[in-house]
């Protein structure tokens, strides 16, 4: 199978859409030609070809450089746009430059002299941030940094042009400054850390262009003087940033690998790339393409045709300043990696060599490894404003590079076994690569998607490029998928908590946007199982990751996904329905909904015998409706009887009904419906008055707003200073309307008071809402939103060990999420009080499910069919793996908000030690800098 073209990847509709070209400029449209070929400088696979094409392009540039203004700008700035954004055509785009400088000198000298602008830029940026003409600082930048690397590169491979090896004194000038600014301090740096490994990641660019053994001996020295960097903290702990945790020494024999730091790894890869006799073998013709052979020919002729010199013209690369030590001690980077390098040791994620018995991507610790890596990290990054380019230039990434690197596109896993079959058996000689460069695209977007402690962008703009590489090659990418869907899935035990949550977000938009479509079965025993571990990590996620394609589409289709093929070819039906997953189809935020609801209303109305039974009948009158419907809707599970006639206090139900279905009424008509409330109620003492208000108030806006969200928010919305008058929130005067005279008394209530009817509240929206948990959060949120609800009271509910919501139901975990995120970014004190409380509670569970046990907790994982149906032990299993997840809850809200983190001392009260011990080791750990 030969290499694919971008051309397979553009849209044939489009492209002819751009050849019917409106009447333009013609300087202008010389400048479009000429931008538009650098950009797609590098994606012809026939190498051939693609050096023709450069030499084309360099003629117009040459001819016009010093002519147009508007020209030379345009392409100076793209070019340097493609180093930045896509830089695995930096060896095609330093082509252009040395032919330019063949046929005309003052091309590549403009060119040099721009970088070396640019690059001082950055350099100055280090220790004075400051706007530059062309860069503003954004929350897409990746960081000076980062962007000095990338320029590093470029110049690498344009050094045959620049004399007095001026690209290698700037890279031995920036190691020295890595290595002094690391001796200088005895933990850690992360700028120095990041200098480091930028300048040895692009050191092999310097043999790109030129392999005299001038240049390898001047990369020999680089090598050598990287050696002097200290690596601080080399065997110190990263448990808080491992993307897989052991539980304490439950699985720590099982994990699926280490982690390693990148930072001790660039070192010892570029040894091996240099080998022993330092000749750099194994870098040289594998791994970027050969050039030199076809461009030489075309360097010779046009000097020889050069009217100014037929030799080669070298030019000065003027003297950087360089920031001092002293100047960077301060340095606090901003750009989306930079900050990654100064928090955190950086760590890298593997997903394919841990699951197939053979090598798909290149080794984490070698060169070839960390490359492709840092390649994909700056694509995807750099390009984040265009998703569908980004998928693109992954999914064609070894067009750029040797012909031998990888196995042909597409190439499936039997295939790379008999590949490595031959190899082992000296059939193929030299081997040939296993190395699939879909692997290599979807493992560095994991990579990005899982990165801890939170991922560069949004975690949809990942997903959105893993399905258009998908789209782009559906039948190459989808095998490649389902081969990491199965590795997270096979290690949901260890897993860390806050990746469990990521990587059901990657499946539920995976999953809708192909249809629904998924292997179900390879899922069933488990389900099976373990169908008494309510916490039990996969039969938690095979819960959540119906609920969340539920939300997306509806109950009928998902149901209708769950279908395998019959395995027995004699078989009468083609598909077999896997009923073991209907029950998963209950989005309730309680086991048994209908149990509730019947309980909840019976003690709403005092538990009075005669009216619980007809609570009854409307519930079984209402469920046999539902029933007879062939799609249910989710406002037709609402069950709401306040105002049925059978039921007492239905009329006055129902003038509360009127009342807020009505457009907006006086605020101090509220009063008046509320006394009268009060007056029916009295007539009825074993109906708690309180709780009957608001539970009546309360419920009837959920119904009132339950055909939308938006209908709900706008009731809120509408009456928020009703409800806060009901709930006992503080009122203030802005909330008012500009001009109006009434004001809502002062009720003096009890803190006792106020805390019953915000619980109430919540209990309230919980009913009513029960078999649509995601409408109740939803709802919540919007009351807390509104100054309605404390958050505070809902986070208490949430946490409760009777429902363990936020372990159990997803859209309560995405609730408090987004409640903590608002809190933090719009008010932090507020959001110091509710975090703090989140932590004791939890750490308050942590002790409760220990029971007293100072030892470690043992989850047991090994039990038999009939165990498993033995409730009590199930219960015991359950709760230990209750524990841990708790424990990775904890992790997860420390990770994210370390430095609002003060609860050392609510940690000592922890009654588990082994617990306690490892939280404070996870503390320290992000005390580190």
């Known amino acids: 199978m030969s290499k694919r073209t971008r051309d397979d990847f553009d849209d044939p509709i489009h492209a002819e859409a751009d050849s019917k070209k409106q009447h333009i400029d013609p300087v202008d449209e010389l400048i479009s030609n000429v931008c538009k070929d650098i950009r797609r400088m590098g994606e012809n696979a026939n190498l051939a070809t693609q050096v023709e094409d450069i030499n084309y392009i360099s003629n117009p540039i040459v001819a016009e450089f010093e002519k147009i203004d508007k020209l030379r700008t345009a392409v100076l700035s793209t070019i340097y746009a493609v180093v930045l954004e896509q830089p695995q055509k930096i060896p095609a785009l330093s082509q252009l430059v040395l032919i330019c400088n063949a046929k005309n000198f003052l091309v590549a000298k403009y060119v040099i002299e721009f970088f070396h602008t640019r690059t001082q830029e950055m350099l100055d940026k280090m220790v004075a941030p400051v706007d530059f003409e062309s860069e503003s600082d954004t929350s897409e930048d990746t960081g000076t940094i980062n962007k000095l690397k990338t320029t590093l590169r470029f110049l690498a491979c344009i050094s045959p042009i620049i004399e007095n090896n001026g690209v290698v004194s700037m890279f031995k000038t920036l190691m020295e400054l890595a290595v002094n600014l690391q001796t200088s301090e005895d933990t850690r740096n992360g700028a120095a850390e990041q200098i480091y490994y930028s300048v040895l990641i692009a050191l092999p660019y310097l043999l790109c262009n030129d392999t005299s053994s001038e240049m390898m001996e001047q990369c020999n020295g680089l090598v050598e003087q990287a050696s002097l960097f200290p690596i601080r903290e080399s065997d110190a702990s990263i448990d808080i940033l491992s993307p897989f945790d052991p539980k304490l020494s439950n699985f720590k024999e099982s994990l699926p690998y280490v982690p390693k730091k990148i930072t001790n790894l660039i070192l010892p890869a570029l040894l091996d790339l240099q080998g022993e006799d330092k000749k750099w073998s194994k870098l040289i013709g594998h791994l970027f393409l050969s050039f030199n052979p076809l461009v030489d020919p075309i360097l010779k002729d046009a000097l020889s045709a050069n009217t100014i010199s037929n030799d080669l013209v070298k030019h000065n690369l003027p003297q950087f300043s360089i920031p001092s030590v002293d100047a960077l001690h301060d340095h606090k980077p901003t750009g989306l990696i930079d900050e990654l390098w100064y928090h955190h040791p950086r760590l890298l994620f593997q997903v394919y060599n841990n699951t197939s018995g053979l090598e798909t991507v290149p080794p984490i610790e070698s060169f070839f490894g960390l490359f492709f890596k840092d390649l994909a990290f700056d694509i995807l990054t750099n390009l984040s404003f265009n998703k569908d380019e980004a998928s693109i230039q992954l999914s064609i990434l070894d067009l750029y590079f040797s012909k031998d690197l990888f196995a042909p596109p597409g190439s499936s896993i039997d295939q790379l076994k008999l590949i490595q079959k031959d190899n082992e058996e000296g059939v193929n000689n030299p081997p040939l690569s296993t190395w699939k460069i879909e692997d290599i695209a979807v493992e560095s977007i994991l990579t990005m998607i899982f990165q801890l402690p939170r991922s560069l962008h949004h975690e949809i703009y990942y997903y959105t490029v893993l399905i258009a590489c998908c789209r782009e090659s559906p039948e190459s990418i989808a095998p490649v998928f389902g081969r990491a869907i ?55 996620f095979i819960k959540n990751l119906i609920a969340k394609e539920i939300r997306l589409s509806n109950k009928n289709r998902i149901k209708e996904s769950f279908v395998a093929v019959n395995p027995d070819p004699d078989a009468t039906d ?138 709900v928010v706008s009731l809120i919305s509408r009456d928020k200073l009703k409800l806060k008058y009901l709930l006992g929130a503080p009122i203030d005067d802005k909330d008012y309307v500009p001009g109006s005279t009434f004001r809502f008394e002062e009720r003096n209530l009890t803190q006792e008071q106020i805390d019953k009817r915000q619980n109430l509240a919540i209990d309230s929206i919980f009913r009513l809402w029960v078999n649509q948990s995601q409408m109740a959060f939803l709802l919540l949120e919007y009351l807390i939103e509104y100054k309605i609800l404390q958050p505070i009271y809902l986070v208490g509910k949430c946490l409760s060990l009777e429902t363990n919501l936020v372990i159990d139901n997803v859209a309560c975990m995405e609730s408090i999420n987004r409640i903590l995120e608002s809190s933090y970014t719009t008010d932090r004190d507020e959001f110091n009080v509710l975090y703090q409380y989140l932590l004791e509670r939890i750490i308050q569970n942590l002790s409760s499910l220990a029971e007293g046990n100072n030892d470690e907790i043992k989850i047991t994982t090994e039990f038999s069919d009939e165990e498993a149906d033995d409730l009590e032990k199930m219960n015991v299993i359950d709760k230990q793996w209750l524990f841990y997840e708790y424990t990775g809850l904890l992790k997860s809200y420390l990770r994210k908000y370390y430095e609002e983190s003060t609860v050392t001392q609510q940690i000592q009260d922890l009654t588990n030690e082994p617990a306690k011990q490892q939280i404070m080791t996870w503390i320290e750990e992000l005390s580190r800098k």
């Open 486 to 540: 199965r590795y997270f899935y096979n290690h949901l035990e260890t897993l860390d908590y806050e990746l469990k949550i990521r990587f059901l977000d990657w499946m539920t938009i995976q999953i809708s946007n192909f249809d629904y479509s998924w292997k179900w079965d390879e899922w069933v025993d488990d389900s099976v199982r373990l169908r008494n571990l309510k916490h039990h990590p996969k039969r938690n």
């Open 574 to 711: 083609r598909f077999v329905l896997l009923e073991e997953f209907y029950k998963y189809l209950n989005l309730s935020l309680v086991d048994n909904p209908n149990e509730y609801i019947a309980s909840y209303d019976s003690k709403l109305y005092g538990n009075d015998e005669e009216i619980s039974g007809i609570l009854k009948e409307l519930q079984v009158e209402a469920l046999d409706k539902i029933s007879q419907k062939s799609l249910v809707s989710a406002q037709d599970e609402v069950q709401f009887y306040f105002g049925n006639n059978r039921l007492p206090l239905h009329e006055i139900s129902n003038k509360v009904y009127e009342f807020l279905v009505a457009q907006w009424k006086p605020n101090e008509d509220l009063l008046d419906i509320y006394q009268e409330l009060q007056d029916n109620l009295s007539s009825h003492p074993a109906i708690d008055a309180e709780t009957f208000t608001v539970n009546v108030f309360l419920q009837t806006y959920a119904y009132l707003g339950s055909r939308s969200i938006y209908s």
